[in-house]
């Protein structure tokens, strides 16, 4: 179900009822908040995903196979560069 602008509905809520207030401000203080920018292996590796060609071949298997396979059945077209 589609809920449209949910936190604009959330906050119309919760003007209305104390008890919703006081849960929300309970999950409030349970939240964690986590700079992934701030870690190196998350920098890394979404780096990485940016690239195209993929600069980990080892996450598409399928696509490494298919490339392999056109480059041992056909030696007249094009060979795909790469480390794939």
């Known amino acids: 179900m589609f809920v449209g602008n949910g936190s604009l509905l959330g906050a119309r809520l919760l003007s ?3 008890d919703l207030l006081k849960e ?9 908040n986590l700079e992934l920018s701030n870690h190196p292996t998350f920098m890394d590796e979404f780096i990485a995903a940016m ?3 993929h ?7 399928q696509v490494t196979e298919t490339l392999r396979r056109m480059r041992e059945g056909s030696h007249t ?7 794939l």
């Open 16 to 18: 209305f009822s104390k």
């Open 77 to 83: 077209e094009r060979a795909v560069e790469g480390p």
């Open 24 to 32: 929300t401000e309970r999950i409030a203080r349970m939240m964690t």
């Open 51 to 53: 690239f195209l060609p």
């Open 55 to 61: 600069t980990d071949a080892s996450a598409f298997p």
